[in-house]
């Protein structure tokens, strides 16, 4: 009897010493989040060049494409809820168009859907072009870009998160951004 | 033959053995705190589990979707016409009872686009895509009780696309209400595509 109590308070030392270990995770996962929304962890021009190669599989481009450096790059703090917009501009060194218009996940502009309109809208709403290096809505309408769209949440018929990415041949440059409110 | 003398209970006992006995206290205190809340936030849902196995699904089991299109006020859920649900997918049709006034329907939508709510003509290209693609996706899941896209379109009709996501444009997920205010039908399509 005193062997089966003595069992029972192992057991129940177990489950109190794991949850203060989950209760201490949770608290690192807070203070995580909390420094997440803090305009101390917005990184401008904070990414090296292997990571563009998560970049480009958002496009499905990552093995036939291949970027030189990145211009410019910021990722940008995020609410409670994940509400964030970085972006990323890349100088490739090889882009594969007629690849990438045949799998069908790049396309040629100007863009007819609307979804993929509203998405550029969007995505330029966050201030893209005071950005160095970026594009203005008017160059995105007026030049021969290629455009993919990942990602597009749409609620009703607003946009409420997406990524774009589009790419100037002319100056052989890939713009991305990513955003969600 | 000498045997070890027995420590005293009223001796004082070492600083590390005082620790450890804390230590021993405190985890004992955070176990039987878990397991209190464990238990008394377990047993609600166990019994609901147990509930929902021994019964059908309700009407009032659907209420959310009222919710969801914000017609709660308007209308209540009278019985589950059809029910289907495919793995992470969920296609409902619900007779609720019909509208008193005529706010959902399509004429009067075409003005007020009330609380998402919209006649299928009114929406964009993508989004009117979307609502075929899904009423397309809900029939060939075996829901043929869903309407079709021309159902929907054919003006007696309004749509509420709640959520959608695009995956390279095409359908990844989809939510979205259909409702036939007059006939008293509201169809529910939950779409996840893995």
């Known amino acids: 009897m005193r062997a089966v109590r003595q069992w029972l308070w192992i057991g129940v030392e177990t489950i109190g010493g794991l949850s203060l270990l989950c209760a201490l995770l949770m608290a690192a996962a807070i203070a ?27 496009g499905g481009i990552e093995h036939t494409a291949k970027a030189r450096r990145f211009l410019y790059s910021k990722i940008s703090r995020r609410s409670l809820t994940g509400d964030h917009a970085d972006f990323f501009v890349l100088e490739m060194e090889r882009f594969p168009r007629h690849a990438a218009l045949e799998s069908g996940q790049w396309m040629e502009g100007p863009l007819a859907d609307p979804a993929s309109q509203k998405a550029v809208d969007f995505s330029m709403s966050w201030g893209a072009e005071g950005y160095p290096d970026f594009p203005s809505r008017k160059e995105i309408a007026d030049q021969p870009y290629l455009f993919c769209f990942p990602w597009i949440n749409l609620h009703g018929q607003r946009v409420t998160a997406a990524i774009v990415m589009f790419y100037d041949p002319a100056s052989k440059r890939l713009f991305v951004v990513d955003s969600k409110t | 033959m000498n045997e070890a003398p027995l420590p005293s209970l009223t001796a004082p006992q070492p600083a590390r053995s005082k620790w450890l006995a804390r230590l021993h206290v405190l985890l004992r205190m955070a176990g039987i705190f878990t397991l209190t809340v464990f238990l008394l936030s377990a047993f609600p849902i166990l019994w609901k589990i147990h509930q929902h196995r021994i019964q059908s699904a309700q009407p009032e089991d659907f209420t959310h979707l009222l919710n969801q299109g914000n017609i709660n006020l308007k209308t209540r859920v009278e019985r589950i016409a059809h029910e289907q649900k495919q793995g992470a997918n969920e296609f ?103």
């Open chain 2, 92 to 194: 409902v049709e619900l007779a609720i009872t019909p509208f008193a006034d005529t706010a959902l329907a399509p004429s009067a939508l075409d003005k007020t686009f009330e609380n998402g709510w919209r006649p299928l003509s009114t929406l964009d290209a993508s989004a009117a895509s979307l609502v075929g693609q899904a009423c397309r996706y809900a029939r060939s899941a075996g829901a043929s009780w869903f309407p079709t896209e021309e159902t929907a379109a054919s003006g007696s009709m309004s749509v509420n696309v709640w959520s959608a996501s695009l995956k390279h444009g095409e359908m990844n997920a989809v939510n979205l209400l259909l409702c036939d205010p007059r006939a008293g039908r509201l169809y529910s399509a939950n779409i996840r595509i893995r």
């Open chain 1, 32 to 58: 995580w989040c909390a420094w997440g929304m803090s305009p101390y962890c917005e990184k401008t021009n904070s990414l090296k060049p292997r990571d563009a190669t998560e970049i480009l599989r958002w």
